[in-house]
């Protein structure tokens, strides 16, 4: 199993950028789905982002779509979440997530979770 540690969250005003990370361990970072997801105080967890091993695929939400991007470097098990023109309401902790797959195709489920980071958006 993938161990996941998430970094970059922080306090920004609304409109800024912030550029999470998703540090993975063992060698089989590239075998990995890899999602970013957030939970608000009061509100169930919802998907953000995901990108396939390769990073052939990406798939985003409605609400994040054209403001957030999600990318990898296999070389350095790594996945990053560019977060731009923030608004107040995604203010959440986010989520590293990771689902081994067998091609190159985003999974339903995700097995494998950091402890996340928190991200505060100011008005």
């Known amino acids: 199993q993938v161990q996941l540690v998430e970094s970059g969250g922080g306090l920004v005003q609304a409109g800024g950028s912030l550029r999470l990370s998703c540090a993975a361990s063992?060698?089989?970072?590239?075998?990995?789905?890899m999602g970013w997801f957030r939970q608000a105080p009061g509100k169930e967890r919802e998907f953000v982002a995901t990108?396939?091993?390769?990073?052939?695929?990406?798939y985003y939400p409605d609400s994040v779509k054209g403001r957030f991007t999600i990318s990898r470097d296999n070389a350095e098990n790594t996945v990053y979440l560019q977060m731009n023109s923030l608004k107040p309401e995604d203010s959440a902790v986010y989520y590293c997530?990771?689902?081994?797959?067998?091609?190159?195709?985003?999974?339903?489920?995700?097995?494998?979770w950091g402890r996340g980071t928190q991200v505060t958006v100011s008005s």
């Open positions: 063992g060698r089989t970072f590239s075998s990995y789905a």
């Open positions: 997530a990771a689902e081994r797959a067998v091609a190159d195709y985003i999974p339903a489920d995700f097995g494998s």
């Open positions: 990108i396939s091993r390769t990073g052939g695929y990406t």
